[in-house]
Nanobody
Framework: QVQLVESGGGLVQAGGSLRVSCAASGRTIGNYAMGWFRQAPGKEREFVAT????????YYEHSVKGRFTISRDNSKNTMYLQMNSLKPEDTAVYYCAAEWDYSGSYYTKKYDYTYWGQGTQVTVSS
């Protein structure tokens, strides 16, 4: 079992930056692929970014590529999402997710993940 807790969300103006964090407990995240998803009211939870177990490989949804950076510090059992040049359409609850992985791969589908945090709200105003 691994427990995930997001933090760092808040209210920012368009063009601003935030860094959200995902702290894991119960197990080391060194054996897990991890990802960030977001969900706006009335919308499906959508993929944002993913990172493999070592942090060597990452992948981003098209609309955030170049603006967001996913990273992990396995020694701290923490994953991060640095969000720059924020836009109002980035407003959503941001969730972190983890999935046991032995291949060093990453995953972009929400159905591939077993463990989820409770989410942290990010609101971007015009």
């Amino acid at each position: 079992q691994v427990q995930l807790v997001e933090s760092g969300g808040g209210l920012v103006q368009a063009g601003g930056s935030l860094r959200v964090s995902c702290a894991a407990s119960g197990r080391t995240i060194g054996n897990y692929a991890m990802g960030w998803f977001r969900q706006a009211p009335g919308k499906e939870r959508e993929f944002v970014a993913t990172i493999n177990w070592s942090g060597a490989d990452t992948y981003y949804e098209h609309s955030v590529k170049g603006r967001f950076t996913i990273s992990r510090d396995n020694s701290k059992n923490t994953m991060y999402l640095q969000m720059n040049s924020l836009k109002p359409e980035d407003t959503a609850v941001y969730y972190c997710a983890a999935e046991w992985d032995y291949s060093g791969s990453y995953y972009t589908k929400k159905y591939d993940y077993t463990y989820w945090g409770q989410g942290t709200q990010v609101t971007v105003s015009s």
